[in-house]
């Protein structure tokens, strides 16, 4: 079976990442997974939440959000609304888990480090986008402190890499990467993160429109998997680059 | 190794589920999981959102949230504080993914179902606690309307049962439904949503301190599924009592 | 004339307070009056507001809510609506007003005292069940901050009890404790707290359908007064036993 | 004793009621007592609210608000806050109750009646002027719909009249009608609104600083009574004049 | 041609200041230009912000609003909204901004000044009946605080005085100070703020209806001149007076 | 003197106008001013808001926002803190008047179009270079509306261009198109919209740091004309190419 877009089951659609993409944050990356458009900054500032001052150790979180006409139909703004829906809650708190995991807080000292990820163009896999782009803001922030000595000499905040793929059962065939369109479509959805060495860090299962067995599962994790291991190669190949 | 209370790794603390709790509702349950304890109701109207109107279709939503001093430590009202957080936001979705994936919303007709799950009483697992009496709680709603004939004769909006249960990995050890104290020190936590017949609804796998290896994914989901098959039939055990 | 539920006019329900509900709050009680049934969760921090500090002197504060379903409809969540009705913000003062009225703030020292009054299910007199079950559960956490000596030694924060009832004129006659059928139909409503020793705290006194004389107004409170010492006898039987 | 300002306890001080104030409203009165000066508009619309429409019934309602520096210190802007403090709600509701009781709904007709009391300066007594100059404000507004027909010829939605004083207990005296400084200094706080034929709408004792007996409470009733009547004097010498 | 109210094209309405009409405010004004009557006072309270400590220097801020009956129809308070309204907040800062630029922060020293705004009847120029009235509140307090040695001796924060008008252009004429009627027939509406002697603090210029040329402007500020250099005179007559 | 950048004092920085940024929204451009970028969305929807249903008028309104790191800084996301801010209220207002000067309602019919303008990355200047470019994708919305025939044939809702440009006193030297660093230091601060025709739809000036004198206003407005005239070229330009 051929995809919307031609691709195989097993394809990722074409993955950009554009580093430096903003003069003022100390990491910033434009990220795409084919129209899927997203822009991802890290801005490091010195000191931590009160709640963990004096400990020694650092700070990560994340917030992500939408413009209006990211989507086919304009949305509300929250900031309009004057509350954060249930949707932006919940993938701003994935994106600061999953890249919180590859963080040691010691290392990183009493720094914090906020990563913004603003969909401006939404194609399906805005979350997954998000937190690929999002992993080489930090480490392109990571490497900014270090240079400033913000970080100590010698120390290496980053414990490992981290990318993430949506997987989904769509008339029964597992595919790699869900456009919109697959997405709507799909009876069973999923998000996998995962560390550049292959083990978990999120897998988030949903059956959108019947249950799924175990079998399913299996074949939808093989093809995260996979999908992650060329994603960290994506990621790698450009933070090679001279920024 | 024996747990904190003697259970075995496979083994749910002592699981009950009291119905006919409140004389209001149409449905309501007060489930424990151990010390866990949350008030499920199920409250049945007839009509539907405005969006759904006319479309012979009825809908299904859940609301969750803590009393203050459910935890051992008192947390503000989010009613004062103004706004849900972010976690409130996200079990709430959840519950009502779950109970979805086992309504027929054309046998429900335009009645639309508010499940409110209340922890009164929190000691780990109270999301899936909550989807646990909540099922029971919306077959009880589903009866009541089938005998007030809100619903058409012959149709059964059920489509299966749902249970849910945490696992997660403590001390190297794959652990069964855990308790708080077993939670806080967990590597990996996980939320598993099954039907009655064993396949998957959600699966919700966080990495809380190192990254999992797909031996150890696929070691807490045996454990859940045998969980889940464990509560299926304490509900039905229950469902099968005169209220 | 013979009562909806076969009380005499100045008859309680049966009033039932259950201690040590929960396992985590200092003070816990299950308050029922009749079908009105309220969980009373009494929280002690040491430590005050900021505007107190320094000044050797405790205080005490009161959250009064409502779950959704615990009246004959459901309500929306106060926390889902982002507001505090003015009810609720009213009988939350009332509560933390009628237990300051025994309080001596310098034998509590700078201890804080949150009472939290949910009301799982409701019919009629859910303010006044409140305060007579946040007393017991305050003064459990008073004996528990005695024995932990968060309190110096021979202090008694407490000054004396309180408890509380309603009251109304229905059809012309004046009766204790409605029921909410009987309240809805209630021409003059009154709320009346009293002091163990059979002084007032709080007389709020509403003309719901016609203005009342005097005499209506002196029937209502003998009946109160009476009322509160019946109440008065049942906390301190609660309070005799062994938790 | 002699009072702060020279009044005997049974002394109002002196009261004005300035008709006509604002050129927009339909009703609207300038009321002070002494420096408590509240200005009172009511603004009369077609119509009622969705709930009430069809039922051949009126409506009225009250908001009560104190402008920041109506006080010896400034208060923050409840608009700035976002949400209104409970103090507001509980008067805007008593105003409100207190003003319906006066009044025929069907005689009103499906007409909406809004009463503004803004707080221009405090000293004490801010609640009761409001009320009391509230009622003239809407005796006005119903006039002005009596002359431009929108209440059916020979129908009266007054059913009387009504005013508001606070009374209290200070240094063992009971007075009438507290100023701010005996308004601080007061061991119990009592509110009461009578129609002009001296039975009672609202009465709200309160113990500030120790629980108060019976007979004190009737000591404050006789005081409030009896300025009550006064008010309601000075109403209708008001109403007589033209505006 | 004759204005609405017979007035000349270059003519303000009739400007009062009334000082002193708040008992509680260091500096406190009811200004009225016309049927426009905007309650100022201005709160001084020692110390500043905390962004602002340490500096020696004060601030000076403002915040208008409007009375829900101030217009011909009664607008929703932004209280109950729970959010302030665009507008608002625009005057707010317009006015705090005037306000500042004859405001000299060191002589002021670590002092913050509240400008509160508030229309208690509106006819078009609420904004510059604002400025024009809390220059005068503002002066009182300054000269309150002088008194109280809260400014240094010899140190004098005014550096300016500050007045404005609004002009527009309705039916191809050149009006100073719009009435409401006025205002809404406008093509052209400014804003013009001035020091007393005669430069601009704020030019605000909206094409309502059509594009302005450039004539037209220069006619509109050649009137708002001469309109501020009247206003001046009034302010300064107000000041001379015993308070 | 030559600039920080050096330009001359009436110079531009350069201006990109990219059309055709967004697939899913009817107009959209991307827009910089030197360093400043901004997103212009245009949405067209068929049908108004509930107060013009009927009139067989359009509407156009906009909104204006930052993401949190497009300064040199990073700043709390408005839809976090639940409330707009005023400066952003402001902008979204100035942006929704200035581009419903040039539009015949009439002629649109009743459509509504909402401009959405995100500051991507700010360096001076965002509302200016936010007008200029929302220009343009209003008119790729209308080209779009009228290929679909949603406007009725012959008609031209648009009625002329129009554009934005920031003007002020650096230094004693009026300057065009201020950069971040300049706009800091300026002593006045101007934004001026103009029609193609060189006509003004808005001024406002804003004295900074000291009142302006009426020559200096005069600078201003002749060097901020012949900027817009600049800019009207540069949009003529660029809706003159192939999308």
Not at 5 to 17: F, K, M, N, S
Not at 151 to 178: C, E, F, M, N, Y
Not at 220 to 237: E, H, P
């Amino acid at each position: 079976m051929s995809r919307i877009d031609g691709r195989t089951a097993e394809q990722l659609r074409p993955v950009t990442i554009e580093r430096g993409w903003s003069k003022h944050a100390e990491g910033s990356v434009l990220v795409s997974f084919g129209d899927t458009k997203v822009l991802c900054t890290a801005s490091l500032t010195e000191g931590v939440p009160r709640w963990r001052k004096g400990s020694g150790e650092g700070w990560v979180t994340a917030e992500y959000a939408m413009l209006p006409r990211a989507t086919n139909t304009r949305g509300d703004r929250e900031s309009v609304k004057g509350r954060i829906g249930g949707r932006t809650h919940e993938i701003s708190r994935l994106i600061g888990r999953s890249l919180r995991a590859v963080i040691d807080y010691k290392a990183l000292g009493e720094n914090t480090i906020v990563l913004d990820c603003d969909v401006l163009q939404a194609d399906g896999g805005t979350r997954t986008a998000a937190i690929t782009g999002a992993y080489v803001a930090l480490a392109d922030a990571v490497a900014w402190a270090q240079a400033k000595k913000l970080i100590k000499p010698g120390r290496q905040p980053l414990t490992g890499t981290v990318s993430a793929v949506s997987v989904g059962i769509v008339g029964g065939v597992p595919l790699l990467d869900l456009r919109y369109e697959e997405d709507v479509r799909a009876d069973t959805d999923m998000n996998v993160v995962c560390t550049g060495d292959g083990r978990f860090v999120e897998v988030q299962g949903t059956a959108e429109a019947a249950p799924f067995a175990r079998d399913e599962l299996n074949a939808l994790l093989d093809l995260a998997v996979a999908g992650c291991a060329d994603l960290a190669l994506i990621q790698s190949t450009a933070l090679e680059k001279q920024k």
